[in-house]
């Protein structure tokens, strides 16, 4: 049984139906616990997607943000990733509950919004809270027509790791490759570098989800996704960009498809990954190596996917439980704890005044690896439309990219199809992306 | 004769595919992260560290999980039995209007792929406010067709003059169950509990779905989260995990076990 195939039908009659659910109705809250010294506060229940390292960041926030006030209590729900936390949140709907904030990715916010399931943000703003305080290109990437629908948290781009120690032993430059190009002239000399009885393979792609850091590198071969929801993806930028990713696999046999690509960087089994920056803390601390980071290499143009998380609020809850939701999220807006989340995790720090933070200016001081995506946020750009507003874009997408890697495909054969798939979905969200979008 | 060698080879083959991953899962549980990766592989740990289970306990409420899965195993099971067991008798031995009509309807539920009905059972749940408790996990599975079918086919194949005499001295069908057909039915009815226990600690994608918070999980889901530690799975701590998830259907199966093979001999002896 596949709890995706379920879920993805409870969104689809969630979402797609509308008819279901009045966008003003008050919706219970999920059960859970509170603590006996919380117990007459309001409760506001927040369903996370961070688990491990950054999970344990997550907790420390909200325990001291309960300890900070007296009126709310913040309960962490702990979900699954990114998109088990949005299907979890239409199966809700569907029963009539809503949590009232939500961890949302890059590619899970724009349906919630679309469907008129996010409570608009711009009434809740003040002065520690708001448009002024944000890193305007990850807090734009929210705002529509001039409402904001949620707010950065978890934001990140893709970074190269790389392994400092093999790349010493390679002979390497201790610096990420400038391009791919570049990358690929290394590979000889990594695989000389044995490793758990192997010689190194030089770079590995993830088996899921790897479509957003491919999102960069069809930029960075010339092509794109899509201009708004006209797909590109069948043509020469992006063909070149999986072409080269084959030759890499198929060709040379430096590259493979891992399911968990950090995981076999972690363990010394590959020499680099483009890897989210929000797994800088939990990379160091596995890893029994000097760990580098870089630039993600260019080769035609240079741009990379902004991604991660941000925090929604949902639309059918009660008043008092959204004044509740906004205290919390005007508490993570102070530059303290903003910095303090990156300083914890490796994300990007989302408030502009937490760069000045002292303990984060230190620690970047020290470990300038944390420094990397911050310096790197100026080529970084917002996703094209299709993989954002498509419903499921990114699963067809990462499918294509795994026959290429597993079956040895042609690019522009499998291209086409997922263009051909992502026409459709495109279709879907048209007439919403025209009317509430443009 | 000569067939014999061949026959363990043939043997030692099957045996290999089928304990080949258990045995794989059972050495990484024990194995250092470096182990676990070398080529060519590590078949026995250098070092056996019990870290990893310490780790996996510690890596979310295993506790909470262990006492949720108990008591929806155990409540379920005996839900489950006790309803088939009792559909069966009164398909096996009562007389009533439409009997073939709606035995025919069971076996299609038994047809009816698990999707189909997930989301109807998720929006009655939800209906019923039973979201995030026992009785959303427990009450929507109490109805087995399979279980139904299994016990039916097997109060068939007892001889009717047994029941024919319990009737006479006076057993009203309650009795006859529990006294008569029951304890002549052991072997099947240890069977079905069995799979009934099996099925019911492993359910993973119900509970997933009527379950908000970490107090109501059970294990199987423990595991996703042990797994979705940010994308940094470290193997040893999973197997450990799966470990403690396995261990306990493993020592039922095979306590029942005995039970289960003397009731296939006992069955071909009565030809």
Known sequence: ?438 | MKARPLQYVALLGVAAIFLGPLYWLLSTAFKQPAEIYQWPPVWWPDQLTWENFSLAWKAAPFDRFFLNSAIITVAGTVLKVANAVLTAYAFAYLRFPFKKVLFLLILGAMMVPGHVTLLPNYLTVASLGWINTYAGLIIPGIGSAFATFLMRQHFLTLPSEVTDAAAVDGAGHLRTLWRVVLPMSQPMLITVVVITAVEEWNNFVWPLIVTNTASMRTLPVGLLILKDEEGLANWGTIMAGTLLVLAPMLLIFLVAQRYIVGGITQGALKG
């Open chain 1, 1 to 438: 049984m596949r709890r995706r195939g379920f879920l993805g039908l409870a969104a689809a009659s969630a979402l797609a139906g509308c008819g279901y659910r009045s966008v003003d109705a008050i919706y219970s809250q999920p059960a859970g616990g509170v603590p006996k010294q919380y117990a007459n506060r309001v409760r506001v229940v927040f369903w996370s997607s961070f688990g491990g390292v950054n999970g344990k960041a997550v907790d420390g926030l909200v325990a001291k943000f309960n300890e900070s006030q007296q009126d709310v209590y913040v309960e962490v729900q702990f979900q699954g990733s990114y998109d088990d936390v949005a299907q979890k949140i239409a199966a809700a709907l569907v029963a009539k509950q809503a949590p009232d904030l939500a961890i949302l990715s890059d590619v899970t916010w724009e349906r919630f919004f679309l469907n008129d399931a996010l409570e608009p943000l711009n009434g809740y703003f003040t002065d520690g809270f708001g448009p002024g305080v944000y890193q305007p290109k990850l807090f734009g990437e929210y705002v529509v027509k001039e409402q904001s629908w949620a707010v950065p948290f978890a934001r990140s781009t893709p970074i190269l790791y790389y392994n400092r120690d093999a790349f010493a032993k390679a002979g390497l430059p201790d610096r990420a490759p400038r391009t791919w190009s570049e990358l690929r002239s290394w590979g000889p000399e990594l695989a000389r570098v044995q490793s758990g009885g192997r010689s190194l393979r030089t770079i590995a792609f993830a088996k899921i989800d790897g479509d957003w850091q491919f999102q960069g590198n069809v930029w960075q071969f010339g092509g794109a996704y899509s201009d708004g929801l006209d797909v590109k993806i069948d043509q020469d930028g992006a063909v070149a960009a999986g072409e080269w990713q084959r030759e890499m696999v198929h060709g040379l046999g430096q590259a493979y498809m891992a399911s968990s690509p950090s995981t076999d960087f972690a363990n010394g089994l590959v020499g680099v990954i483009q890897e989210s920056t929000g797994g800088m803390k939990t990379i160091t601390g596995k890893a029994k190596f000097e760990v580098g980071a870089g630039f993600i290499p260019s080769e035609v143009a240079t741009g990379i996917a902004t991604g991660g998380g941000g925090i929604g609020m949902l639309r059918n809850i009660s008043s008092e439980r959204k004044q509740a939701a906004a205290a919390f999220l005007t508490f993570l807006a102070r530059p303290e704890n903003s910095a303090w989340w990156t300083t914890q995790t490796g994300y990007l720090p989302v408030v502009n005044a937490a760069r000045e933070d002292a303990e984060l200016k230190k620690l970047i001081a020290e470990q300038p690896n944390y420094g990397v995506a911050i310096a790197q946020l100026a080529n970084a750009r917002q996703q094209d439309a299709i993989r954002l507003y498509g419903r499921n874009s990114n699963v067809a997408i990462y499918t294509g990219l795994q026959q290429i890697y597993a079956d040895n495909a042609a690019p522009r054969e499998v291209f086409r199809s997922v263009a051909r798939r992502l026409e459709a979905i495109g279709d879907e969200v048209r007439r919403q992306y025209e009317e509430k979008v443009l």
